[in-house]
């Protein structure tokens, strides 16, 4: 059965850093481009980075380029992402997804972090 | 970056009415779609991939057609678990974007 499990969501000062893992199992984890996607408050659903299985290739979306970092430990299964000079605009559940190679859709997702960013 | 526009933002309707959601590409993205079911409080749940596959366990009586820039996800007869907000995604090579959602209400 394949498990994502987030963990490290905190309440930060804006300006601070954060890093979010994704503990994952039931699959070879090597094998999968995995992404964050963030939801803040009572909004959508927005993409925020992927990364390559191998952890070769990575993608940002714009609103989080040059402050957030994607990463991966496959000796580990797990998946990371590094937070820094964060703004109140990050304040967000953070779900880590498992991409399907064929689709690249999202079939599993994690239950999710939650991230506040507040003075 | 690949601009989505869903419409409609909210959508009322009865049990057992056939409802149909659009989701717009600023450019054309194939058939690189999939639509997703979230309700509150709960992970997404990815119902179409690739624009009009079925996800497994998902009920037939959903679907989705579409392809370059237009995209549809039909409900042929709402059920009462059906209420829930829905997203469709794009892919393409170095990014992923979300419509902005659907919300699904009973009327």
């Known amino acids: 059965e394949v498990q994502l499990l987030e963990s490290g969501g905190d309440l930060v000062q804006p300006g601070g850093s954060l890093r979010l893992s994704c503990a994952a199992s039931?699959?070879?984890?090597?094998?999968?481009?995995m992404s964050w996607v963030r939801q803040a408050p009572g909004k959508g659903l927005e993409w925020v980075s992927g990364?390559?299985?191998?952890?070769?290739?990575?993608y940002y979306a714009d609103s989080v380029r040059g402050r957030f970092t994607i990463s991966r430990d496959n000796s580990k299964n797990t998946l990371y992402l590094q937070m820094n000079s964060l703004r109140a605009e990050d304040t967000a559940v953070y779900f880590c997804?498992?991409?399907?190679?064929?689709?690249?859709?999202?079939?599993?997702w994690g239950q999710g972090t939650l991230v506040t960013v507040s003075s | 970056d690949i601009q989505m526009t869903q419409s409609p933002s909210t959508l009322s309707a009865f049990v057992g009415d056939r409802v149909t959601i659009t989701c717009r590409a600023s450019?054309?993205?194939?058939?690189?779609l999939a639509w997703y079911q979230q309700k509150p409080g709960k992970a997404p749940k990815l119902l179409i991939y690739?624009?009009?596959s079925l996800e497994s366990g998902v009920p037939s009586r959903f679907s989705g057609s579409g392809s370059g820039t237009e995209f549809t996800l039909t409900i042929s007869s709402l059920q009462p678990d059906d209420f829930a907000t829905y997203y469709c995604?794009?892919?393409?090579?170095?990014?992923?974007?979300f419509g902005q959602g659907t919300k699904l209400e009973i009327k």
């Open positions: 995604q794009q892919y393409n090579s170095y990014s992923r974007t």
């Open positions: 450019q054309s993205i194939s058939n690189w």
């Open positions: 039931g699959f070879t984890f090597s094998s999968y481009a």
């Open positions: 997804t498992k991409e399907s190679p064929y689709s690249h859709s999202c079939a599993y």
């Open positions: 990364i390559s299985g191998s952890g070769a290739t990575t």
């Open positions: 690739k624009a009009s």
